[in-house]
């Protein structure tokens, strides 16, 4: 059990909890933009590694921005292994919003050549290694599949690696100088 505190501690401690509110407020009040919908959209087919009917590997909607995939993209759909027009090698059951479906999926960001370190109001510090100047965007994300053949994890890691590895055609227009590239598998409950 801790000594009581006094007083003048209370109010001390009071004063700085009051000080550290404000600055909190003022920063959000000093950081507010104005909201940016989303971007143009492009619509494509996703073909499910994990989930078939019968023999056919089930296909769903997706909608990906158009600053991330397509003509003014960074990744063309076939990069991504995604399908347009209509869903063809498998059995097509709507989109994959609401579907409790998580796609095998591409994240990164665009990598800045010399991090810089920002302070917070509370007095602690993080590390920014993200640059915001492509797109008013660091960080992007897209669906990842195959769009003919076996969907699976030694094709996927294969074809992520010709594309964001040590050597891929990638690498330089979509990490920057020091960006990350991650590859998530699908997740999802399978039942028989």
Do not use: C
């Not at 009917?53 to 990906?64: E, K, P």
């Not at 600053?67 to 990744?75: D, M, P």
């Amino acid at each position: 059990m801790g000594r009581r505190r006094t007083g003048a501690e209370l109010e001390e401690m009071a004063r700085i909890a009051r000080a550290r509110e404000a600055a909190r407020r003022q920063a959000t009040i000093a950081a507010n933009r104005p909201y940016r919908p989303r971007g143009d959209q492009t619509e494509a087919f996703y073909r499910s590694m994990l989930r078939f009917r019968g023999a056919d590997r089930l296909i769903y909607g997706v909608s990906v921005d158009a600053n991330t995939l397509g003509a003014g993209g960074i990744l063309s759909l076939a990069d991504a292994g995604l399908m347009t027009g209509s869903a063809t090698g498998g059995i097509f059951v709507g989109s994959i919003r609401g579907s409790g479906i998580k796609p095998t999926k591409v994240s990164w960001y665009f990598g800045d050549a010399t991090p810089t370190v920002e302070r917070t109001a509370w007095g602690s510090r993080w590390i920014k290694r993200y640059d915001v100047s492509t797109a008013n965007q660091s960080h992007r994300s897209t669906p990842f599949s195959e769009v003919t053949g076996d969907v699976d994890v030694t094709a996927l890691t294969t074809r992520f690696q010709s594309l964001f590895g040590p050597t891929g055609t990638k690498k330089g227009l979509a990490l920057g100088a020091k960006g990350q590239a991650t590859l998530t598998f699908e997740r999802g409950n399978i039942s028989t």
